[in-house]
């Protein structure tokens, strides 16, 4: 698999604030110059790269000399606003040494809920590539409350990896890799299920200046594995890490994709679309769509809630009520409502009307973990 990363040709890279900070906290110009100068190589191998970056609130903290981070979320956001635009100054101020310019990209969670909004996000950065400016992407913090809530970038990286296909992640931090409580790092992992054994083990770091850490990055790691994504975890200090990473070496820890590449659109079902309602089904819809790859048909539905309309996004539940996949609807609630538990050939005379066999399709459904 390590070798395989040679043929990566796009790379989304998470930089966390530890990666650029001294030891005792501070922004690094010299740190951020460094990991600058090692993306400048990979883009002068026509390798495609996106930035999400992390650092704004530290460094809004170090414009305000103030040595804890703020727990008031005003205060967060105001050391955001702060920081935010010193940050884009370094980025530009180092790529204009290496000849590129740094393009700054400011997400919420609801621009990446929202189809078109989604794809208008993939266009400008595709656009982007073509101008050879370098997309520095991060959650708009002065006007969001989830990257501080739940404490970093990560996921927000898998949802940018989704975005742009990526065929790389790369969670840049101040460790070696995924390390255990006894302080033992994991190389590789091959699979959710063994990703799952190593959670409760767990090493956590938490520093006074960022948030998030392991747990978070473990969420994102499940995320990507099963979009079919590969993330190194590496340490963002090490200044040829990424011609390391580029080189198969073993370094940092190396999460294996669980799947293969999943479509555009499953990718933004999964992680990324805002769910109109449920859909619960029976113990054979279930295996239907799991093991099968078939579509949802109305005979294997239980119950509905929400308000979704036609087209709307929709959680599907199994018997116990737990999420285990995202589809587009092809009916309404109130339709659904009337057809649940009904075979499809009755639909036509319980609505007077028939849009379709399928409730979900199966190439409208994407399952999730």
């Known amino acids: 698999m390590r070798q395989q990363i040679k043929k990566a040709k796009r790379w989304v890279i ?51 000399k103030r040595a804890k981070r703020p727990t008031l979320l005003s205060e967060l956001q105001a050391c955001a606003a702060i920081g935010q635009g010193k940050l884009m100054k370094a980025y530009e101020a180092a790529f204009s040494t290496h000849g590129f310019h740094a393009a700054q990209i400011l997400l919420t969670r609801d621009a990446l809920q929202d189809r078109a909004r989604y794809v208008n996000a993939k266009n400008t950065i595709e656009a982007l590539f073509k101008m050879g400016a370098i997309p520095i992407v991060n959650e708009n913090d002065t006007v969001a409350t989830e990257e501080i809530k739940f404490g970093d970038n ?10 742009v296909e990526a065929n790389l992640l790369v969670f840049l931090s101040d460790i070696e890799g995924f390390y255990l409580q006894d302080k ?49 975890l590496a340490n963002g200090r090490d200044e040829r890490i990424m011609e390391r990473i580029l080189k198969g070496e073993e370094v940092g820890s190396l999460f294996y994709p669980s799947s293969e590449k999943t479509n555009a659109r499953k990718r933004w079902l999964a992680h990324s679309a805002s769910s109109k309602g449920t859909i619960t089904v029976d113990g054979g819809a279930c295996r239907a769509l799991k093991e099968a790859n078939k579509s949802l048909l109305s005979s294997g539905v239980l119950r509905c809630s929400g308000n979704f309309k ?37 639909i036509d005379g319980i609505l007077g009307y028939k849009r379709t066999d399928e409730l979900i399709h199966r190439n409208n459904i994407a399952f999730l973990g």
Do not use: C, W
């Open 184 to 232: 033992t790092v994991i190389r590789q992992i091959r699979s959710a299920k063994e990703l799952e054994e190593y959670a409760s083990h767990v090493h956590v770091k938490r520093s006074e200046r960022t948030a998030g850490g392991m747990k978070s990055k473990l969420e994102a790691a499940r995320m990507a594995m099963n979009s079919g994504i590969p993330i190194v």
């Open 310 to 346: 036609l087209g709307d996004v929709v959680d599907i539940l199994d018997e116990k009520e737990e999420v285990f996949a995202r589809g587009l609807i092809n009916y309404s609630r109130e339709e659904v409502l009337k057809i649940k538990g009904r075979r499809a050939k009755e």
């Open 14 to 64: 998470k930089i966390g604030t530890s990666s650029l900070a001294t030891d005792e906290g501070h922004f690094s110009h010299r740190q951020l110059e460094n990991i600058i100068s090692q993306v400048a190589s990979l883009l002068q191998q026509e390798i495609k790269v996106v930035l999400v970056s992390s650092g704004a609130i530290a460094l809004g903290m170090d414009t305000l």
């Open 154 to 163: 990560d996921v927000l990286a898998v949802h940018v990896a989704d975005l």
